[in-house]
Each structure stands twice: as C-alpha cells, then as structure tokens.
C-alpha cells in the first residue's frame, strides 16, 4: 500500500505556515522530505502527527 504524500503547497496550506517555512523545517529535520529539493513531498501522516503536536502546543 502506498502512502499518502502531500506536496509542499499543502503542507504549507494544512500547517497554515509559508512554503519558505516548510522547506526550513525539512532543513532542519522538523519535517522529512521524501521528494526532491526542486520538488518536495511530505508523508501525510507525518505531516499531521506534526500539526496535532503543534496544537497541543497551543
């Protein structure tokens, strides 16, 4: 089964971050990009394990 990934656009839209801020995060290992630099894709649900943990931040 394949999983489910998200491009960057989304991910910056789901997070409501910029896509400037995506790419730094998976930079700096906040987030993990499986796609290319010039492409970047993100596993869902990695992608939403880190938004619940965002909102339990407040």
Not at 2 to 15: D, I
Not at 20 to 42: H, Q, Y
């Amino acid at each position: 089964m394949a999983e489910s990934t998200l491009n960057l656009e989304q991910v910056a839209e789901l997070l409501g971050k910029s896509p400037a801020t995506i790419k730094r995060f998976a930079r700096e290992s906040l987030l993990t990009n499986i796609g290319d630099e010039d492409a970047p894709l993100f596993n869902e649900a990695e992608v939403q394990r880190y938004l619940a943990f965002q909102n339990k931040l407040g």
